[in-house]
């Protein structure tokens, strides 16, 4: 697909509040699914975005539905849930509130995050305030809709994002569930990074003549990524993973391991030996993940050690180095894995560790992205 040309925000058609918070935010040229999507969803058209993590496509669904919220939302009016933002993990959850926190700031509007692993009490408070756009996971949703705290009947604006992610974590049963709760009459916009059967499916069940938008196929990896190789036994990977850390004192590094306890055993062997590291995973309380990504983004720590889906809500505008400590089953990951580095046209680095068990592995990643990562010494 031939890309647009390069544009502004300011020719999307954007109402001047947006225009002045993405001024504030220094955002001057939109990404290519912003310049695809935001105009179709402005339209009030269903659409159907493919795009992977870090492709800019928070904002190119949160804009048209702050405008379009904004625009009718008349003073004085009771404030009800208009817009609903399903989203599979609490990290991107609180990821995406932040984006609507930085681009409604000159607006009227009030956004809620709910998410499970903390008690409800402030999150049912905020609720009960009233609110313009509720941001949720599955879970947390389905409970207090249970409890009748939250009523889906005024939903203007329904966004599923990472819907392959909600797939592999099982929530699939769950979204079925609330589609019923959602008014017919609705725009709904969908995003995910991969197109497995079932998703195609769940797409074409919900979605209303929709606009397909497909931005950097999965099995590219972004050109600013350097993407290393070492072929190493599982015992000498920790030796291995030190050294390099060592050696690059100055960089950020995010470590992907394939497994929570995994991830607790590096970091637990990487902080004996005075690098300073936290793990992030399923099994961390929501607290604890959130104080190591902020120490992480605000540079306290330079090393983070995640799993899979505890990293999807990583968003790292500086990340320096990505680590694959253990490779992943499926290839795509890895494509996902890399593109936390390199972004916005910056340079970026991923070595991954390669044993002999991992050989399959390592030849589903390098048929899926057509590229042989450079050995290393």
């Not at 409800?120 to 305030?129: F, H, L, P, W, Y």
Request: proline fraction near 4%; charge should be positive.
């Amino acid at each position: 697909m031939t890309q647009p040309k390069i544009m502004t925000f300011k020719e999307l058609n954007i109402s001047e509040p947006i225009w002045k918070a993405l001024v504030n935010k220094n955002y001057e040229t939109p990404t290519p699914i912003q310049v695809q999507a935001i105009p179709v969803a402005l339209n009030g058209r269903d659409l159907l975005g493919i795009a992977q993590t870090g492709t800019g496509k928070t904002a190119a669904f949160a804009i048209p539905v702050i405008q379009q919220l904004n625009q009718v939302r008349p003073k004085g009016e009771k404030r009800v849930i208009k817009a609903l933002i399903l989203t599979p993990t609490r990290e991107l959850a609180i990821q995406i509130d932040e984006c609507f926190r930085d681009y409604a700031r000159y607006t009227d509007l009030r956004h809620t995050v709910i998410f499970g692993g903390v008690k409800q009490k402030t999150q049912v408070d905020e609720i009960r305030q009233g609110t313009d756009v509720l941001i949720a996971t599955p879970g947390r949703l389905l409970d207090l809709i249970g409890q009748k705290h939250i009523s889906l009947a005024h939903i203007r604006h329904f966004i599923l994002d990472e819907a392959d992610r909600m797939l592999d974590m099982g929530f699939i049963h769950d979204i079925k569930r609330l589609l019923p709760m959602l008014p017919k009459k609705k725009q709904t916009l969908f995003f995910s990074a991969t197109m497995p059967l079932a998703i195609a499916n769940l797409s074409d069940s919900i979605l209303h003549k929709p606009v397909k938008i497909e931005v950097t196929p999965v099995s590219s990896a972004v050109d600013t990524i350097e993407q290393g190789l070492y072929f190493v036994e599982k015992p000498q990977k920790r030796d291995l993973l030190i050294t390099i850390l060592k050696k690059e004192q100055s960089k950020s590094v995010l470590v992907f391991s394939r497994t929570k306890h995994g991830a607790d055993k590096i970091a637990r062997v990487l902080n004996k030996t005075g690098i300073g590291c936290e793990a992030i995973h399923g099994n961390k309380t929501q607290g604890a993940r959130q104080r190591a990504l902020t120490n992480f983004k605000s540079g306290k720590t330079r090393v983070i050690i995640a799993t899979d889906i505890a990293a999807r809500g990583i968003d790292i505008a500086n990340l320096e180095m990505v680590i694959n400590y253990d490779l992943p089953e499926v290839a795509e990951t890895y494509v996902h894995r890399i593109g936390r580095t390199g972004r916005a046209g910056k340079s970026g680095r991923a070595l991954s560790f390669c044993s002999q068990e991992e050989h399959v592995m390592l030849k589903g990643i390098q048929k899926l992205t057509g590229k042989k990562l450079d050995v290393q010494s």
